[in-house]
């Protein structure tokens, strides 16, 4: 046999195997550190849409049935809800505050949002925020809307 024979050049290099490993991880790694760093406001946007929907929620029921109805957000443990219809959790990396008229800011205890059957709220504008970013989600006293700025 010649040496042509031997000399097949069909196949990788260990060198080219190694730089193409090298650039997958390298790809890998910075993509890892830009959707960990998404996360945290994508939960923080995902937590204040869930919120204001159980605010509307509440509203909705309100007009409904005529009747009072109250969302009770619990500052210390992190939880708020529709009382008597469960309770939702608040990320731990997320603070959240209340700014009421009267009381000014709130950060400890337990806070109601009242609705009464005619739609109107009782009660102040909710900032939920982490590290990065902060939400405000805002209710009109009079009209009973509730928006996220």
Do not use: C, W
């Not at 196949?11 to 890892?32: D, P, Q």
């Not at 957000?73 to 990396?93: A, C, H, M, T, V």
């Amino acid at each position: 046999m010649s040496d042509q024979g031997l000399r097949n050049k069909e196949g990788f290099t260990l060198l080219e195997l190694i730089v193409v490993i090298f650039l997958i991880t390298l790809v890998l790694g910075l993509s890892t550190v830009y959707f960990a760093n998404s996360m945290s406001s994508t939960r923080l946007s995902a937590t204040a849409r869930e919120l204001s929907a159980t605010l509307r929620h509440a509203r909705s029921l309100a007009q409904i049935h005529g009747e009072k109805e109250i969302v009770t957000i619990d500052l210390d443990s992190k939880f708020y809800g529709l009382e008597g219809k469960g309770n939702r959790g608040i990320p731990n990396d997320i603070a959240v505050k209340i700014l009421d008229g009267i009381s000014g800011e709130i950060d400890k205890g337990k806070y109601q949002i009242q609705f009464d059957g005619a739609g109107a709220i009782e009660g102040g504008t909710i900032v939920l925020s982490s590290k990065k970013q902060s939400i405000s989600i805002e209710t009109d006293p009079i009209v009973g809307s509730v928006i996220i700025k």
